[in-house]
């Protein structure tokens, strides 16, 4: 297997002069980078950075060189891959959190080659801890059950919708290990609302949801790639849901949801390339600007005014109602 790796090295390597001199060349239905740009331009995120096209066309590159030369190894191969080009920063480590006798909740938003973030750590927990997989059958069904089974995780710890949230509760029950990707959904009713990047956002409540019933840390994850051949996963500080003081479950799941999503903000502020959905972010979300300068009621009248500016049907935000009242 060592003919492969290397052609997968020397193409991986290839990428970042190819893609200076693609960038400007590629139309934008082709191009990640000008799609992304093109949803984050009226933002004013990151308006100072040049090369932000090409940089996001770099990073898809690199992840799909990664996962397609990944998904080809064998159990064996894969575990030699992974010991020689995965390394582990952040403020936890793995043998820290194997030894953490509370279950674990991987929040793995689609940052990077995230299939692969979530095989080399289920790899490195094999035989210490069970690791589940929840994620969006329908969208990535085969394609994802075959990548993760190939790195060594059983079907049924492949786990997705109603009946995988029930698997999941029942596995960290047991102490369990479960990997998530909390930056997405599909049905409106199972979402709240939490600021991101200056934007009211709707995002997914499943994270919070089983943490809370489970009492599970929540570890945020992100898979990088890097220059040279190979992964950075960056593990941050384990939120923990039983410091969470709240009246009730609503505002339970606003702010440790929030919480979340502030450690992934702070993230895509230093290395937003790696992100899959700018290009999205601006028709999921609704702006909240001009509050700067603002005086607390002059700031509750222009939250009110947005808040009742949304559509009817997405104006139910019960975490909303308790920071409007």
Excluded at 250 to 268: G, K, M, N, P, V
Aim: aromatic content about 8%.
């Amino acid at each position: 297997m060592k003919c492969p790796t290397l052609l997968a090295d020397l193409l991986y390597r290839a990428v970042r002069p190819a893609a200076c001199v693609a960038s400007p060349l590629l139309p934008e239905e082709l191009h990640p980078g000008k799609r992304a740009y093109r949803g984050i331009r009226s933002l004013g995120v990151f308006p100072g950075d040049r090369h932000f096209t090409r940089n996001v066309l770099e990073s898809r590159c690199h992840s799909m060189v990664l996962q397609r030369h990944v998904a080809r190894l064998r159990s064996r191969e894969l575990a030699q891959f992974f010991e020689r080009r995965i390394v582990y920063e952040g403020a936890a480590t793995i043998s820290q959190l194997v030894d953490e006798p509370r279950p674990l909740i991987f929040a793995t938003p689609h940052y990077g080659p995230t299939p692969v973030g979530c095989a080399a750590v289920a790899l490195s927990m094999r035989g210490r801890k069970a690791f589940n997989v929840f994620y969006d059958k329908e969208r990535h069904g085969a394609r994802m059950a075959q990548f993760l089974e190939g790195a060594g995780l059983q079907s049924s710890r492949l786990l997705g919708g109603l009946a995988g949230i029930r698997t999941a509760l029942r596995a960290l029950a047991r102490g369990e290990c479960l990997a998530i990707l909390p930056d997405a959904f599909d049905d409106i009713d199972q979402t709240l609302v939490v600021p991101f990047f200056g934007r009211l956002l709707r995002v997914a409540s499943g994270t919070a949801f089983l943490a809370l019933r489970s009492r599970a840390l929540i570890v945020p994850a992100f898979a990088i790639p890097r220059r040279d051949f190979g992964l950075t996963i960056s593990i941050g500080a384990p939120i923990d849901p039983c410091r969470i003081v709240a009246e009730d479950e609503a505002q339970a799941l606003f702010t440790l949801t929030h919480l979340l999503f502030s450690r992934i903000e702070a993230q895509l502020r230093l290395a937003p390339k790696h992100w899959s959905y700018w290009e999205t972010l601006p028709y999921v979300s609704t702006p909240v600007d001009a509050l700067a300068g603002l005086d607390n009621p002059q700031l509750m009248r222009t939250l009110k005014a947005k808040f009742h500016a949304l559509p009817e049907e997405v104006q139910d935000i019960p975490e909303l109602e308790f920071l409007l009242e």
